[in-house]
């Protein structure tokens, strides 16, 4: 939908979506995290089966109630708040209607850790698919078809947070029964709320940037900041967040057996490996996907998108190496090191935009994250070491950095291969798209995209084939195919021997 938000609701309707949506999905994101590792944890310290399910659904009352506390007084005042932020009191609607989600989400983010305790990936699967498709329908309806702009977009991320949502909370009412203990509440209260200040104060910082953007530059500014954000975060939502989903209650389960210091680290090494080839990849073709997808405003987000891309890898790396912390149940240490970083990083943001301009809120945020990083990993290893494969992981980032500026600076423009493509298959492809329904679709948009811009599309083709090959690092990565190397090369050698 990203071409269509671009197009139909331009700069300053994008900036309300990135206001609003995208700064509740982070708090979702930073919350969420605490309620599913709250849940995971005391989960794995009760013996009782009965126990067990009465802590997920405690956690579930515990995390509804604490976010109705937070919406409430937004939403009593939220005529002013958007007249401030939003310069419309009027949009206040598009304000309540995020919160409303909001309170759903955090609803179905608690219930959904019996999902993955139980290990029910393919009903939490199907039922994520089915919010994408009434999502991905409604905004077609509502915005494409109805014309109704921001109203359909906030209508129909509330309508598919409700249906989803309310889906996953039924199956674990269902088979967790409706039972509330106050002593394990007091046990998840003691655990979730050190989290929330330092996770509100991460909020705030983020949002601080949109919002020095707003008034030191423009609400159309803050646009394209948002564009150049709406790409990285797909590494949170198709690498980070499947991969914590299932991994975070696994290395729960295997924390006090022999070895778990070690297998724990050659986890992160394969997730650092999997986010670093998404990130490479996305990094590299970024800047023509933006002039294929996106009006001319936004093509200079892609400096923002490449840097945020590794904001992002950073930040999945930090939920990996501070499971000390969570382990030893530290989470207040967990929330100065958010309430400190957020602090610098508002500071921070102030000082680089007003140098550097929309960029300088995208450096400042990686540039707290890998303080973070680094700060979070030093007081985790006191509470549970892990054993890191730092020449493996060295091995990923300068390979990973290597072929970025290889290929970032290379145009393959007067290749044979950019030719053939360019020149031959994609002029084909159009005459034959013309005839199919694909190619009379709104008067054959399609056919015109891909004859009016064959050039980026042709090298967005060939660098992302090439960055891809990153993968062939595996056999090093990967300690059993790099010991049957090891024995095949010995055999090898024994035969000229």
Same mark, same amino acid.
């Given at each position: 939908?990203?071409?269509?938000?671009?197009?139909?609701?331009? %700069?300053?309707?994008?900036?309300?979506? %990135?206001?609003?949506?995208?700064?509740?999905?982070?708090?979702?994101?930073?919350?969420?995290?605490?309620?599913?590792?709250?849940?995971?944890?005391?989960?794995?310290?009760?013996?009782?089966?009965?126990? @067990? #399910?009465?802590?997920?659904?405690?956690?579930?009352?515990?995390?509804?109630?604490?976010?109705?506390?937070?919406?409430?007084?937004?939403?009593?005042?939220?005529?002013?708040?958007?007249?401030?932020?939003?310069?419309?009191?009027?949009?206040?609607?598009?304000?309540?209607?995020?919160?409303?989600?909001?309170?759903?989400?955090?609803?179905?983010?608690?219930?959904?850790?019996?999902?993955?305790?139980?290990?029910?990936?393919? @009903?939490?699967?199907?039922?994520?698919?089915?919010?994408?498709?009434?999502?991905?329908?409604?905004?077609?309806?509502?915005?494409?078809?109805?014309?109704?702009?921001?109203?359909?977009?906030?209508?129909?991320?509330?309508?598919?947070?409700?249906?989803?949502?309310?889906?996953?909370?039924?199956?674990?009412?269902?088979?967790?029964?409706?039972?509330?203990?106050?002593?394990?509440?007091?046990?998840?209260? &003691?655990?979730?709320l050190p989290l929330i200040p330092?996770?509100?104060?991460?909020?705030?910082?983020?949002?601080?940037?949109?919002?020095?953007?707003?008034?030191?530059?423009?609400?159309?500014?803050?646009?394209?900041?948002?564009?150049?954000?709406?790409?990285?975060?797909?590494?949170?939502?198709?690498?980070?967040?499947?991969?914590?989903?299932?991994?975070?209650?696994?290395?729960?389960?295997?924390?006090?057996?022999? %070895?778990?210091?070690?297998?724990?680290?050659?986890?992160?090494?394969?997730?650092?490996?999997?986010?670093?080839?998404?990130?490479?990849?996305?990094?590299?073709?970024?800047?023509?996907?933006?002039?294929?997808?996106?009006?001319?405003?936004?093509?200079?987000?892609?400096?923002?998108?490449?840097?945020?891309?590794?904001?992002?890898?950073?930040?999945?790396?930090?939920?990996?190496?501070?499971?000390?912390? !969570?382990?030893?149940?530290?989470?207040?240490?967990?929330?100065?090191?958010?309430?400190?970083? &957020?602090?610098?990083?508002?500071?921070?943001? !102030?000082?680089?935009?007003?140098?550097?301009?929309?960029?300088?809120?995208?450096?400042?945020?990686?540039?707290?994250?890998?303080?973070?990083?680094?700060?979070?990993?030093?007081?985790?290893?006191?509470?549970?070491?892990?054993?890191?494969?730092?020449?493996?992981?060295?091995?990923?980032?300068?390979?990973?950095?290597?072929?970025?500026?290889?290929? &970032?600076?290379?145009?393959? &423009?007067?290749?044979?291969?950019?030719r053939i493509i360019d020149g031959?298959?994609?002029?084909?492809?159009?005459?034959?798209?013309?005839?199919?329904?694909?190619?009379?679709? #709104?008067? %054959?948009?399609?056919?015109?995209?891909?004859?009016?811009?064959?050039?980026?599309?042709?090298?967005?083709?060939? #660098?992302?084939?090439?960055?891809?090959?990153?993968?062939?690092i595996i056999p090093i990565i990967?300690?059993?195919?790099?010991?049957?190397?090891?024995?095949?090369?010995?055999?090898?050698? #024994?035969?000229?021997?």
């Amino acid at each position: 939908m990203l071409p269509f938000y671009a197009h139909i609701l331009r %700069g300053n309707g994008y900036a309300v979506i %990135g206001m609003l949506d995208a700064g509740l999905a982070l708090l979702i994101s930073l919350l969420a995290y605490g309620v599913n590792g709250a849940n995971v944890r005391f989960y794995h310290d009760q013996k009782d089966p009965h126990k @067990k #399910k009465t802590v997920i659904t405690t956690g579930v009352y515990l995390i509804i109630g604490v976010t109705t506390i937070m919406v409430l007084p937004v939403v009593l005042f939220s005529r002013p708040i958007a007249g401030y932020l939003l310069d419309n009191p009027d949009f206040n609607r598009f304000l309540i209607m995020a919160l409303l989600s909001l309170i759903f989400e955090m609803a179905g983010q608690g219930a959904s850790s019996w999902l993955l305790i139980r290990s029910q990936s393919v @009903k939490f699967a199907a039922i994520n698919l089915l919010r994408l498709v009434i999502g991905l329908s409604l905004n077609i309806w509502l915005i494409v078809v109805k014309g109704m702009g921001l109203d359909g977009y906030f209508i129909s991320a509330l309508i598919a947070s409700v249906i989803s949502n309310s889906i996953i909370l039924y199956f674990t009412f269902r088979d967790c029964g409706n039972h509330f203990d106050r002593h394990i509440a007091k046990q998840i209260s &003691s655990f979730l709320l050190p989290l929330i200040p330092g996770n509100l104060a991460s909020f705030v910082s983020q949002q601080a940037e949109r919002y020095l953007i707003k008034f030191q530059i423009d609400l159309a500014s803050v646009g394209i900041l948002e564009m150049g954000y709406k790409f990285p975060v797909l590494i949170v939502q198709f690498v980070t967040t499947p991969f914590m989903q299932s991994w975070n209650t696994r290395r729960f389960e295997m924390a006090d057996q022999p %070895g778990a210091s070690r297998h724990i680290g050659e986890m992160f090494t394969y997730y650092l490996f999997l986010v670093t080839l998404i990130g490479l990849v996305m990094a590299v073709v970024i800047k023509q996907i933006l002039i294929i997808l996106t009006p001319p405003e936004f093509h200079p987000a892609y400096r923002i998108a490449q840097v945020e891309i590794i904001s992002m890898i950073l930040s999945g790396v930090y939920y990996h190496i501070t499971f000390g912390l !969570f382990y030893a149940k530290h989470t207040r240490t967990l929330a100065m090191i958010r309430g400190w970083s &957020s602090a610098v990083k508002v500071v921070l943001s !102030f000082l680089f935009i007003s140098s550097f301009g929309i960029a300088g809120a995208a450096w400042s945020s990686a540039i707290i994250a890998a303080a973070s990083v680094v700060i979070g990993f030093h007081l985790a290893q006191r509470r549970f070491r892990i054993f890191m494969e730092w020449e493996k992981i060295l091995l990923i980032c300068v390979t990973a950095l290597g072929v970025f500026f290889l290929l &970032s600076n290379w145009a393959p &423009s007067n290749t044979a291969i950019f030719r053939i493509i360019d020149g031959q298959w994609l002029p084909t492809l159009t005459e034959r798209l013309a005839s199919s329904p694909l190619g009379t679709w #709104k008067d %054959g948009k399609l056919s015109i995209i891909l004859s009016e811009r064959s050039a980026p599309i042709t090298e967005v083709l060939i #660098k992302g084939v090439l960055a891809s090959l990153f993968v062939l690092i595996i056999p090093i990565i990967h300690n059993s195919t790099k010991q049957k190397l090891k024995r095949r090369l010995r055999v090898f050698g #024994k035969l000229f021997n």
